[in-house]
């Protein structure tokens, strides 16, 4: 169906202490065995990166944080840089999450330094984009959610952007149990891919892996995977338990094989 190798992330949010992080990680490992055809990723706490780092040592699930800061050292109290992201071994980073640009007043330009920070540190960054309930029953969720996508990636080339991972998720289907129908996230997956192909090139807005988020779960994985341009899932609630995360990680593999 695609070339594009599926992605299930996991965000665990602000959630689990060391040791639940590292026994939600130990039952996530055990599924992902080498060679499993869909990327698996889990976003634990900043405090548990380096543990989660040690259970996940040897496995091929990759690990992000949650959020960083685009400078690299400095006066910046409470800011993680991705050097030090780096250091302790992330491989992705999520960035632009709609609870931080609503909570912290994280900006599409922000966006943008973070985007580009992580590249230049080999860190794939899974940016997100995603519209709120006002915004889609006005009709404006293309014009705000392609707005967010062109800001944050605006002065960066194709090169430059390469291992770009989008996460699409409307705000209203984040934490809330209702989920986009597949039909429509994959109008909007479209046309971001299509958007990008107008700003980047389409060859390069081919390969971009553009992921679905607000209310995955183990019943609707399949149907939304099952769309052309849904090429994975950033998971929240159902990422803090394997039993849940497991069987969405099965529906990516099954997209893969599809
Ligand atoms: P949810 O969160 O799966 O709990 O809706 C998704 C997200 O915020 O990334």
């Not at 973070?114 to 590249?119: C, E, T, V």
């Not at 430059?160 to 597949?182: M, Q």
């Amino acid at each position: 169906m695609s070339t594009r190798t599926p992605l299930i992330a996991g965000n665990w949010k602000l959630h689990n202490t060391v040791a639940e992080s590292q026994a939600l990680a130990g039952g996530v490992r055990k599924r992902v065995r080498d060679g499993l055809p869909c990327q698996v990723v889990v976003a634990p706490v900043a405090t548990s990166l380096v543990p989660v780092r040690e259970t996940l040592a040897g496995s091929a699930v990759g690990l992000a944080a949650q959020n960083v800061y685009w400078e690299d050292s400095g006066a910046f109290t409470g800011e993680l840089s991705p050097a030090l992201l780096l250091d302790v071994g992330c491989t992705h980073c999520i960035i632009g999450h709609s609870e931080r640009r609503q909570y912290f007043g994280e900006t599409d330009a922000g966006v943008r330094k973070k985007a580009s920070a992580l590249l230049v540190h080999k860190i794939v960054p899974i940016m997100c984009v995603g519209e709120s309930l006002e915004q889609r029953e006005a009709g404006k969720t293309l014009d705000v959610v392609l707005g967010q996508v062109e800001a944050a990636t605006e002065g960066l080339d194709a090169v430059a952007l390469a291992p770009l991972v989008v996460a699409y998720e409307p705000i209203w289907a984040i934490g809330t149990g209702r989920t986009a129908k597949a039909e429509d996230a994959q109008e909007v997956h479209r046309a971001i891919r299509d958007h990008l192909g107008a700003l980047k090139g389409e060859s390069w807005a081919d390969t971009v892996r553009i992921l679905y988020g607000g209310s995955v779960k183990p019943s609707n994985a399949d149907e939304l995977l099952a769309e052309p341009d849904v090429d994975g899932a950033l998971v929240g609630g159902a990422s803090l338990s394997a039993d849940n995360f497991i069987p969405i990680i099965d529906a990516g593999v099954r997209r893969a094989e599809s």
